[in-house]
């Protein structure tokens, strides 16, 4: 399966992006699909993640200001990101759990700054 993240970008603290991801390929082994986040130095850090029936699952640091979306019939899944701040600025990179394995997109930057 192959993952193709797209809207990244420079935004104003207080800003809003939304990111998209479609999966292309051998999709029919897709289970539960997500965000996670990278900034320098850091570690990858899960940001949300839906299951095929629509659970969600948010990271603390996001509740409220980030809404992922799903659509399993296009096989894509879209993170909304609301009230931006600096500290959100990190590499986005979209997920999937394939066949019980883990498949990333090439990851998106996203900077937060004024």
């Known amino acids: 399966v192959q993952l193709q993240a797209s809207g990244g970008g420079l935004v104003q603290p207080g800003g809003s992006l939304r990111l998209s991801c479609a999966a292309s390929g051998n999709v029919f082994g897709i289970d539960n699909m997500g965000w996670y986040r990278q900034a320098p130095g850091e570690q990858r850090d899960m940001v949300a993640t839906v299951t095929p029936s629509g659970t969600t699952n948010y990271a603390d640091f996001v509740k409220g200001r980030f809404t992922i979306s799903r659509d399993s019939a296009k096989n894509t899944v879209d993170l909304q990101m609301n009230s931006l701040r600096p500290e959100d600025t990190a590499v986005y990179y979209c997920?999937?759990?394939?066949?019980?394995?883990?498949?990333w997109g090439q990851g998106t930057l996203v900077t937060v700054s004024s």
């Open positions: 997920y999937a759990l394939w066949y019980q394995k883990d498949a």
